[in-house]
């Protein structure tokens, strides 16, 4: 069965500073990877993806995150937040050619210090 | 375009009640599916549908059932509520079932059961 594990459930950083958010997964088979974020009541906004290819993925509002399947990783990265990063951030996978939902990590707070 | 939208915004029961949300997918996408998010939680896959078949089922009780009208929205329903239901209720739509397909989200329906 596959889960996806984000280590880090709040990450402080100030603004301006660079950060990563980290996520892991397990998995016998390949994945498609997803980053969520997910502003104060409001749903889910797709951030970025890993289908296949280059393993550096640029997305929205200047995030990138990396694949690396040997370490099983998909971290989220950004070199300089802003007050709006302020939100929570979801990993998910999901099972290439298959009816398998998304599979979700528990989600990582970003809290912006000025 | 709109987005994908979902009523009511807010919901109070009471337990043993029933409810009943719903959601507008985006024009063009066929496929709705629904998640729970228990505060603190990543989204639990409920239900998919696409093209008024369900095609995915989460592990979620028989109180819980859904379907697609030919319009391609969707209803959730809930029934004999527990305390344990006090979640926030996504729908996403894809335009279709294929699992590179990113999901869209609404801002979610909050339930709360007293």
């Known amino acids: 069965a596959q889960s996806v594990t984000q280590l880090d459930s709040q990450v402080p950083v100030f603004e301006e500073a660079p950060v990563e958010l980290r996520c892991n997964y397990s998995?016998?088979?390949?994945?498609?990877l997803f980053w969520y974020v997910q502003y104060p009541n409001q749903g889910l906004q797709l951030l970025l993806k890993y289908l296949s290819g280059s393993t550096l993925v640029k997305g929205i509002n200047g995030f990138e995150a990396e694949f690396n399947k040997s370490q099983t990783s998909f971290h989220l990265r950004k070199p300089s937040v802003h007050i709006s990063d302020t939100a929570e951030y979801f990993c998910a996978v999901r099972i290439p050619d298959s009816n398998y939902q998304l599979i979700w990590g528990a989600g990582t707070k970003l809290i912006i210090k000025p | 375009d709109a987005g994908v939208t979902q009523s009511p915004t807010h919901l109070i029961k009471t337990r043993g009640q029933h409810v009943t949300l719903r959601c507008s997918p985006i024009?063009?996408?066929?496929?709705v599916s629904w998640y729970q998010q228990v505060l603190g939680q990543g989204p639990q896959f409920i239900f998919q549908y696409y093209e008024k078949e369900e095609r995915g089922r989460g592990n979620f009780p028989d109180r819980f059932s859904a379907r697609q009208f030919p319009n391609y929205s969707s209803e959730l329903n809930v029934n004999a509520l527990l305390l344990g239901d006090s979640a926030l209720y996504l729908c996403a739509s894809s335009q279709t079932t294929g699992s590179n397909q990113p999901q869209h989200f609404g801002d979610g329906t909050r339930l709360s059961i007293l």
């Open positions: 024009s063009g996408h066929k496929s």
């Open positions: 998995s016998s088979v390949s994945v498609y």
